[in-house]
């Protein structure tokens, strides 16, 4: 069972450079979110979707990008990365009957 | 958002031993969640419970939403409990998920 998949795992990149973060999920689940972890801060929401084309603002949008065409896909942009991004990057699906929040194995990017 | 607040921020426990972690919240959930991080990262979900008590295994969790806290017990302590556990929770027609800074748990041998 593949559930949800996050390419890539680890990333470095140069401050000023763009890239996107996938997420994919095979539970055909509607809502689908990103979050980020940073030391002693527990998780942050950065954007979330509730279906295809519809996206909406977390706690921490800003400097990111996201766009749902599909019920499968939730990729995150960065398009300027800065040292600030440097984090750890979940995304996660919910089952929309019983609640429950699947997360992928995360993605950790570092912005030098 | 709903503040989350978890205590005690860090615990460490003995092989065998019993534990709870609480979970305090600001206000109404329609949603609270338990999850555990393992040392490798990856989060697991462990209870769906925004009311009531449920139980698997060794664990068991119970939420009093009128007095808006969570518990979560640990018994016979295994050293692959370990990691950092946390308590999340969303507000009626609110998909914003708050996670609390979570509870580290260091079990030794």
């Known amino acids: 069972n593949a559930g949800v998949t996050q390419t890539p795992k680890f990333q470095v990149l140069k401050t000023g450079q763009s890239m996107t973060l996938q997420c994919a999920q095979d539970?055909?689940?509607?809502?689908m979110s990103w979050y980020r972890q940073d030391p002693g801060m527990g998780l942050r929401l950065i954007h979330y979707s509730v279906g295809a084309g519809i996206t909406d603002q977390g706690e921490v949008p800003n400097g990111y990008n996201v766009s749902r065409s599909t019920t499968e896909d939730f990729p995150l942009r960065l398009l300027s990365a800065a040292p600030s991004q440097t984090s750890v990057y979940f995304c996660?699906?919910?089952?929309?009957?019983?609640?429950?929040?699947?997360f992928g194995e995360g993605s950790r990017l570092t912005v030098l | 958002g709903i503040q989350v607040e978890q205590s005690p921020p860090d615990l460490i426990l003995q092989e065998g031993a019993n534990s709870t972690l609480r979970c305090n919240f600001s206000d109404s959930v329609n949603n609270l969640q338990w999850f555990h991080q393992n040392p490798w990262g990856q989060l697991i979900n462990l209870f769906y419970i925004p009311s009531g008590t449920k139980q698997n295994g060794r664990l068991s969790a119970t939420t009093v939403a009128t007095e808006r806290y969570s518990l979560l017990y640990i018994s016979s302590s295994q050293t692959t409990d370990s990691g950092v556990y946390f308590c999340?929770?969303?507000?009626?027609?609110?998909?914003?998920?708050?996670f609390g800074a979570g509870t580290t748990v260091t079990v030794r041998a």
């Open positions: 996660a699906s919910q089952d929309s009957y019983t609640g429950e929040l699947f």
């Open positions: 539970m055909n689940h509607e809502y």
């Open positions: 999340a929770v969303d507000g009626f027609n609110d998909y914003k998920l708050s």
